[in-house]
């Protein structure tokens, strides 16, 4: 079946190394920013969010690195598993709505 | 908790005909959005709904409508199915937000939809 990944950026790389994931947004008055992932076949779920006051935040193997300067957020995946292959989306929130503005979205493929 | 549900899976349509796609959630979200998800792009957001009672347009509304009669259910509805509107379709909810915090979104596993 068709996939949503078609068309979209991808990076590949080995398991066990760290992956960055990179989204340029527009909107400077953006005040959060939010990462989700989907795998195949299913809905996007949350992994992280990030406060426009902030320039990093961790989780589990999972940082979120924001640079307002150049409208820039990252995703770093560390030690990456073949369950991390999924597609990305960088997602936007402000400019006087609640409501997130997705990004295209990055297809990462780990192999084993 | 069932989190959120959606109804058909998948539904082949004839240009012209109409259907109704159903989303359940059982969070007691105030939220409930509705997106459509086609190749090679992220979610664009058709309508969303802020409480019972209550619908508001979102980025690509046109030849859609929905209806929130109850809390847990939104109603998305294709009165007159174009080739266009065929994608994947996803549903969420989320608690109510505020400017001072992001609640997440959580979503359902989406409705396949083509149109012939």
């Known amino acids: 079946g068709e996939s949503v990944g078609l068309h979209l950026p991808t990076l590949s790389v080995q398991e066990g190394d760290n992956s960055i994931i990179n989204c340029a947004y527009s909107?400077?008055?953006?005040?959060?920013f939010i990462w989700y992932k989907q795998e195949s076949g299913k809905g996007p779920q949350f992994i992280i969010d990030i406060r426009s006051n902030m320039d990093k935040r961790q989780g589990q193997r999972v940082t979120v690195l924001l640079n307002k300067t150049v409208k820039h957020l990252s995703l770093q995946i560390a030690a990456t598993q073949p369950g991390d292959s999924a597609v990305y989306f960088c997602a936007e929130r402000g400019g006087g709505s609640y409501i997130p503005t997705f990004g295209r979205g990055t297809s990462l493929i780990v192999h084993p | 908790n069932a989190g959120v549900t959606q109804t058909p899976k998948f539904r082949v349509l004839k240009t012209g005909q109409s259907m109704t796609l159903l989303c359940a959630q059982d969070?007691?979200?105030?939220?409930m959005y509705w997106y459509r998800q086609d190749p090679g792009m992220g979610l664009r957001l058709i309508h969303y709904?802020?409480?019972?009672?209550?619908?508001a347009k979102g980025e690509v509304p046109d030849g859609y409508n929905v209806s929130r009669l109850k809390k847990q259910n939104f109603l998305l509805g294709l009165e007159s199915a174009a080739p266009s509107q065929t994608s994947v379709y996803f549903c969420?909810?989320?608690?109510?937000?505020?400017?001072?915090?992001?609640?997440?979104?959580?979503f359902g596993p989406g409705t396949r939809l083509t149109v012939l």
């Open positions: 969420a909810s989320s608690q109510q937000d505020s400017w001072t915090a992001y609640n997440e979104q959580f």
């Open positions: 969070m007691n979200h105030e939220y």
């Open positions: 709904s802020v409480g019972e009672g209550t619908t």
């Open positions: 909107n400077s008055a953006s005040d959060y």
